[in-house]
């Protein structure tokens, strides 16, 4: 007798987002007047179990990334290869964003979604000023690496546990004990993220059914034609530029890729944040596809903070949606000066609250136009927002993978078995 086989997690994750996404949608058109369903169903049971999920997620990430990322240093043996890692991801993602913000000018271009759109919006935009390069600089070295990571500073927190790990290697049989206390715990850590990805449905269930029940359709409806440029470049990217890219640099399947990329695009779509998809993100790469801890560990987390391609997309189609508004015309330099402004912004606001408008702001500054422009589209920036964190999820994965391939340090047979990791994610 055939025992009925259990829903994978991904299922599970999609049953809670359409379930979330349906109860969201009949309580704005339905319940919207009732003060009971608005007090204790959306700003009481929805708020609470949504924001509980993303702070648990959030939770795990400082010591994951700081155990992981020490483990993975401590156990090279040739401590040159950081800088080959670095140099190759760093390089990647750039060239990546660099792409993604060109396609997203030239599809809006074609497409033209602000032109006669005679929009008028009475909200304003206060842009924060972006850090300059001097102060980008200072601040990639904790002054404070506890205040680091309680502010969550990603790239203060890598180079802490970066020099962490090469001291560790250094220090004989001291560093030896201390290397397998790390060890362990990243085995225990990497068990918590098992147990809240198991949580996931439940918690994805309650982020859709609060923002369904709050978002504005008609805003939606308003600015469709730029919604649906900003969905396509997305779309293009994540599904034909990223895999293009992989199959070329390492040969391997692009469509075992997408499949196994599910889970984490899921949760950066449900939680709008690379960071707390994070630990996500590692065990995909790691469990799924065969990348060693030594590379995922540095890779990952580095593209979480300076990996921006969704956010490059927003502020390729956004810069030319706010230039028709406005009827500015800019040329082939403008254009230029955007692709390159936006690929370099990404690095050097990492880690700045709020970074996807500051980085807009300074590219609409930069080409002349309006900040105010960036009122216009905020309506709609929620569900993009969301989209552009599963891209940026993924882009991390694929330079992941590029990597460890070109450092002998990918499974092969875990990155090519359909079912590597489903067995670590049951409890």
């Known amino acids: 007798m055939n025992q009925k086989q259990p829903f994978s997690l991904t299922t599970k994750i999609v049953i ?56 993975g240093t401590c156990s090279l ?26 396609l997203a000018i030239g599809l809006a271009l074609v497409v033209a979604p602000g032109e006669g759109q005679g929009l008028i919006s009475e909200a304003s935009f206060n842009s924060k000023e972006a850090p300059s390069l001097a102060q980008v600089l200072i601040n990639i070295v904790p002054s404070n690496p506890i205040e680091a990571m309680a502010q969550g500073n990603m790239l203060q927190i890598i180079i802490f546990a970066l020099l962490m790990g090469i001291a560790i290697s250094l220090a004989g049989e001291s560093g ?25 449905p439940y918690g994805v269930f309650f982020l859709m059914a ?40 390492t040969g391997l399947n ?21 960071n707390a998809t994070i630990p996500v993100t590692l065990e995909t790469v790691t469990k799924k596809m065969g990348a060693h801890n030594n590379v995922a560990s540095f890779t990952v987390p580095l593209g979480a903070t300076i990996n921006m391609d969704g956010t490059a997309i927003m502020q390729g189609v956004a810069t030319v949606f706010i230039a028709q508004v406005f009827a500015v015309d800019l040329g082939v330099n403008d254009y230029l000066m955007v692709i390159l402004t936006a690929t370099l912004a990404s690095v050097g606001t990492a ?16 080409v002349g136009l309006p900040v105010e422009g960036i009122a216009l589209i905020m309506g709609v920036d929620r ?18 993978v590029i990597v460890a391939k070109s450092e002998k340090e990918l499974n092969l047979e875990t990155f090519n078995n359909p079912w590597a990791g489903h067995k670590s994610e049951t409890l």
Do not use: W
């Open 254 to 274: 692009p469509i075992t890729f997408i499949r196994k990329m599910r889970d984490a695009a899921l949760f950066g779509f449900s939680t709008a944040s690379s």
């Open 77 to 102: 043996s040739d401590p040159s290869k950081l800088g080959r890692l670095g140099g190759k991801s760093i390089l990647l993602y750039l060239a990546t964003t660099a792409l993604a913000i060109s």
């Open 351 to 366: 880690g700045v609250p709020g970074v996807g408008l500051i980085m807009l702001a300074m590219v609409l500054q930069q």
């Open 210 to 249: 609060k923002l369904f029940s709050e978002i504005s359709f008609s805003t939606i409806f308003n600015l469709m034609q730029y919604f649906i440029v900003v969905l396509g470049a997305l779309g293009i990217h994540a599904l034909i530029t990223y895999p293009v890219i992989l199959k070329i640099l």
């Open 16 to 71: 809670g987002m359409a379930l979330g996404i349906l109860i969201g949608a009949i309580i704005q058109f339905g319940l919207s007047e009732s003060q009971f369903v608005k007090d204790y169903i959306v700003e009481g049971l929805f708020l609470v179990g949504g924001k509980v999920f993303v702070n648990s997620l959030k939770m795990l990430v400082v010591p994951l990334v700081f155990i992981s990322l020490i483990c």
């Open 383 to 400: 569900l993009l927002d969301m989209t552009r964190t599963a891209v940026n999820v993924t882009g991390d994965s694929m330079v992941t």
């Open 176 to 200: 030896k004990r201390v290397a397998t206390l790390f060890t362990d715990l990243n085995v225990v850590v990497m068990k918590l993220v098992v147990i809240l990805m198991n949580l996931a």
